[in-house]
């Protein structure tokens, strides 16, 4: 997503162009884009109208698997708020076409108050029912939300004043929110926190992890919270890091694999969760601060947007060069 546009590239990043999704008029303005690969996730539009409405879209595929044009469908809006030129979008996307995705809607902040709406959908885009009002269950500003199964998920935060930590659970399919209790350090009970979108291992949904933000004294300390009982319960793993670019830099993907890198972009952090090991450190050839988006498989193979500007790995984060 540049400048109001949807960029995509089929050469690894090596060149890019615009596309205009089916559906999608030439003044319609994008507002948000989250994809985890070319089929799985969505791109929101608002229309260019008197009253507007606001379009999902995503990438549909062939019987042999390849992209076979857009799918778009409007949201059901009823607040005039959830069509404003400052409603923001998260996404959680079901795994398989059968499996719920959801988009929370958030407006900007009036006398402190910012309002909440969830949308869900149960055929992969090509309808959208609206689940309701979710204000009063969520506070703060979300950061992210993600569903472990259908009907249980997990919205995050930004700190707002709230007493509570900011994380807010739900089991009814979206219509109910409320606040998990999670420990907090000693240290740090002083301080305030931010939370990141919980990731779940693909392998076993009953083990996940998101991010807390730890600000105390003016200094950011990263903490992530690991859960193996579905989670019900959520333990701060004692491995910690400070002086990291944010998320979406610093992530865990859905093998429970962190990575992250450094704010000076000298080092690049990788954390293996299911053998309990602490922070693992490479330092890359040239530096990479200032990363906007960073991914690193296992196999090797990565890819980081530094100023706009796409660069690649093969041997794991030591050396990146432009795409070929």
């Not at 991914?295 to 100023?307: A, P, Q, S, T």
């Amino acid at each position: 997503m540049g400048s109001g546009r949807l960029l995509y590239t089929n050469n690894a990043g090596k060149t890019w162009e615009v596309t205009t999704p089916d559906g999608i008029g030439a003044k319609d303005r994008l507002i948000a884009a989250d994809f985890q690969n070319t089929f799985l996730g969505f791109a929101y539009y608002l229309t260019d109208a008197k009253q507007p409405k606001l379009l999902a879209t995503h990438r549909m595929q062939d019987g042999a698997g390849l992209p076979a044009g857009w799918e778009t469908a409007a949201l059901p809006t009823v607040e005039a708020w959830e069509t404003a030129r400052d409603v923001t979008t998260h996404s959680s996307f079901g795994l398989s076409y059968s499996d719920a995705s959801y988009v929370p809607l958030t407006s900007s902040p009036a006398l402190g108050q910012m309002n909440k709406s969830l949308y869900r959908t149960d055929d992969r885009g090509k309808s959208w029912t609206r689940v309701g009002d979710i204000a009063s269950g969520i506070s703060g500003y979300p950061t992210g939300i993600t569903f472990r199964v259908p009907n249980e998920g997990w919205i995050t935060a930004t700190y707002h004043g709230q007493e509570s930590f900011p994380l807010f659970r739900n089991k009814d399919g979206g219509k109910t929110w409320t606040v998990q209790h999670v420990d907090i350090p000693d240290e740090f009970k002083n301080g305030y926190a931010d939370t990141l979108t919980p990731v779940f291992d693909q392998e076993s949904n009953n083990h996940g992890l998101f991010i807390a933000q730890f600000v105390q004294d003016g200094t950011k300390t990263y903490i992530p919270y690991e859960s193996r009982d579905s989670g019900d319960t959520w333990l701060p793993i004692k491995h910690r890091l400070t002086d990291v670019q944010a998320s979406p830099v610093y992530h865990f993907d859905n093998l429970i694999t962190g990575r992250a890198i450094s704010t000076d972009g000298k080092t690049i952090y990788i954390m293996d969760t299911y053998n309990k090991e602490d922070w693992h450190k490479l330092i890359p050839v040239i530096a990479l601060k200032g990363a906007s988006q960073f991914f690193l498989r296992m196999d090797g193979y990565g890819c980081v947007l530094l100023n706009g500007h796409t660069k690649i790995t093969r041997d794991g984060g030591k050396t990146w060069t432009d795409p070929a």
